[in-house]
């Protein structure tokens, strides 16, 4: 079970580091372009959520990786679990089904990383 939590961990930074690099470091047109949600946000609550994004990321693998405050690796998943949600609420008010199945498959794997290294599987 470890094994399976590292994929996912690595899937789920790989993921956001994607995500937060492009909503933090592009114009938020730019990223209304990809991301259509973008345009009910300013610039800032975009670039925010980004960097939240690129922290989680990193807080999925380097902490448990170095073994300097490993406790930071659940705590990034459950941040994760919470921008899942706040993300499918901004779906389901734009009628966008899909993206709302998208975040709860997201929301699912950030809950069992949660659950897997805040319980059983432990640094």
Known sequence: MNVILWILQGLLAAMFLMAGVMK???PKEKVAE????AEDYSAGTVRFIGLTELLAAIGLILPAA???LPA????AATGLAVV???AM???RRRKETGAIVFNAAILLVAVVVAWGRF????F
């Not at 930071?72 to 705590?75: A, S």
């Not at 319980?119 to 432990?122: D, I, W």
């Open 24 to 26: 933090s470091t592009q």
């Open 34 to 37: 990809k991301l259509p949600w």
């Open 66 to 68: 170095f073994g300097v």
């Open 72 to 75: 930071l690796t659940p705590l």
């Open 84 to 86: 899942m949600v706040l």
């Open 89 to 91: 609420n901004v779906h």
């Open 119 to 122: 319980g059983p599987y432990a």
